[in-house]
């Protein structure tokens, strides 16, 4: 069966400072990886996702993921944290883009000024 | 371009009851899946429409279940609501191209 890890419950960072949010993914073949962002309230957006090809994949907003075959994981990192990106962060896997998708239970990211 | 439209965005019902929620796709999206979204947890897969057939389901009991419209629009129904499945429900749609899903803002459904 497939799953999510996201070891991370709560991250708390400066804003200006790096950021790197981890997941891990359990999954029998090779899976479509997806990052999203959340706000209070609000559905999901989507930042991000990698199938194949190029292993460092860019996202909206300045994130990037970087997918470690070997490590099972598809972490998640920003250069330069604005005070906006506080939001919870959700890793999610699937067996297509848009078929059933499987979720970690969520980062949820403080910014401090 | 309006992007995937639920209603209501909230709702109370009590133990027992049955509820509808409802899902507008983004235009050209032919593809509706619901998700829950209980507490503190990740979403969870309910199920899949396309062409008017639920295509996936995940791990969820028979109280749940839906329909997809001519015009792609979906509703989600559940029934003898009980407490636990008080959550915020997202759907999302898609037309199975490379953009993936685009979520909705979801429904916040508290039974009582």
């Known amino acids: 069966a497939q799953s999510v890890t996201q070891p991370d419950i709560h991250i708390t960072v400066s804003e200006g400072a790096s950021l790197e949010l981890r997941c891990n993914y359990s999954?029998?073949?090779?899976?479509?990886l997806f990052w999203y962002v959340q706000s209070p309230g609000q559905g999901l957006q989507l930042l991000l996702k990698y199938f194949s090809g190029d292993t460092l994949v860019q996202g909206i907003k300045g994130f990037e993921a970087e997918f470690k075959r070997s490590q099972s994981s598809f972490n998640l990192r920003k250069p330069s944290v604005h005070w906006s990106d506080a939001a919870e962060y959700f890793c999610a896997v699937g067996y297509t883009n848009a078929g059933k998708s499987t979720f970690g239970d969520g980062t949820t990211l403080t910014v401090k000024p | 371009d309006a992007g995937v439209t639920q209603s209501p965005t909230h709702l109370i019902k009590t133990r027992g009851q049955q509820v509808t929620l409802r899902c507008s796709p983004k235009s050209g999206h032919d593809t509706v899946s619901w998700y829950q979204q209980a507490l503190g947890q990740g979403p969870q897969f309910i199920f899949q429409?396309?062409?008017?057939?639920?295509?996936q389901r995940g791990n969820f009991p028979d109280r749940f279940s839906g329909h997809q419209f001519p015009n792609y629009s979906s509703e989600l129904n559940v029934n003898a609501l009980l407490l636990g499945d008080s959550a915020l429900y997202l759907c999302a749609s898609s037309n199975g191209g490379a953009d993936g899903y685009t979520f909705g803002s979801g429904t916040r459904l508290t039974v009582v």
């Open positions: 999954y029998g073949a090779t899976p479509y």
């Open positions: 429409y396309y062409e008017e057939e639920e295509r």
